[in-house]
């Protein structure tokens, strides 16, 4: 079974940053495509960063310039560094992992990011 467990999530101030982490057990974690995906209250889900096998990455506007994604094989972990956090970017944060074929692929549990004064 696929597991995703996320951390790094909190409280910051605006203007401030975040490193989230995503831990990949019970399978073979260099043949997903990993993202992080962000959903506010009253709000859809929606992707924030994506990186792909050979490590192509790919962002929303929303984080693009402020936010970078990255993955770790031997470590099985993919992170999200978060700098300049704006409120807007409060959200619960999802990590995904999804094999090529799938259309869905497994979530994490998510990790609540809040930024406020």
């Known amino acids: 079974q696929v597991q995703l467990v996320e951390s790094g999530g909190g409280l910051v101030q605006p203007g401030g940053s975040l490193r989230l982490s995503c831990a990949v057990s019970?399978?073979?974690?260099?043949?997903?495509?990993m993202s992080w995906y962000r959903q506010a209250p009253g709000l859809q889900r929606e992707l924030v960063a994506g990186i792909t096998r050979g490590g192509s990455t790919n962002y929303a506007d929303s984080g693009k310039g402020r936010f970078t994604i990255s993955r770790d094989n031997a470590k099985a972990t993919v992170y999200l560094q978060m700098n300049s956090l704006k409120p807007e970017d409060t959200a619960v944060y999802y990590c995904n992992a999804r094999r090529d074929f799938q259309r869905t692929g497994y979530w994490g549990q998510g990790t609540q990011v809040t930024v406020s004064s």
């Open positions: 019970g399978s073979s974690f260099s043949i997903y495509t």
